[in-house]
């Protein structure tokens, strides 16, 4: 296990590369217009809609000061601590951004899965304790209709709702990134993913995720790696689409070694299509949040 952790650790540090990697909520800026935007070698003007910041009042309203996210349950664990556990999804929405008035903003955000009030752009606040374990299972709902999709008792109302949704921002596929669709081969020709293409066109695909907390301590396997992402589980993917990057599977295994290692760290280490669950130790004593399962400070 030790091997196993320290060649990741290497891994982790020499061979870093860019890929989507989604923090706690990403906003669909504005820009004045007229103006160009450059990706994938093929210049576009920004949208005619986009507003000029000169024309947007400031401290209009107050901003928010993000609560504690709600706790889904707590993991009883036998001859251990037991685990604050939290289940928190990534979703697309609208809300009120700019000032009063105006319209509102697409954003991607998080908020706990059974607590739709708790979605909202900046994320709510993991409040964890000292030493306290924490696990969080992250899942990706980037479809249409999440609530009908995932959570309609019998299956969704329509089947469109599990159809993924497109990234809000242009993707340029001649960069290194996550490249799902292993249709549009790498620069070097092979199918695969986590590479560069010559595709020139906007990615119009799944959106993949991986999660990393700021400030919380980790294993590898848990810290949001680039290319351990995955897709939603959407209804329209298909075998165009690699349903997890290449680092995937690694620290899915690590993940389940650690959970499997003596039975006090509570089992279920499952992460499964569009979620990931993980563990994360910690004896530091500062404030932070946790990926999966923490010993936070």
Known sequence: MLDFINSIWFVRRACLSVGLTLSIGLLFGVRPGPAVAQHGGNP??????????????KYVDPLVIPPAIPRTSKINVTGGKNIDYYEIAVRQ???QILPTGMPSTTVWSYGA???PASFNYPA???EAKWQKPVRVKWVNELVQDPIDCFYTPGG???SSSCNYLPHLLPVDQTLHWANPATATPCKTGQADTDCRTNDPDNYTGPVPMIV????AETYEWSD???EAWY???ANDLNDDFALGGSFFDVFDTGANHFFADDGKKAPDASWGMAARRSNIPTTKRRPRSGTTTTRSA
């Not at 576009?44 to 009042?57: F, G, H, K, V």
């Not at 990393?212 to 400030?215: A, E, K, N």
Request: proline share 14%.
């Open 231 to 233: 897709l939603p589980a």
């Open 224 to 226: 949001g790696y680039p």
């Open 44 to 57: 576009q003007l920004m949208p005619a809609s986009s507003l000029d910041p000169t024309n947007i009042d």
């Open 124 to 126: 709510f606040t993991i």
């Open 156 to 158: 969704p109302v329509n």
């Open 93 to 95: 929405f609208q809300q």
């Open 212 to 215: 990393h907390v700021h400030g």
């Open 113 to 115: 899965v059974g607590a």
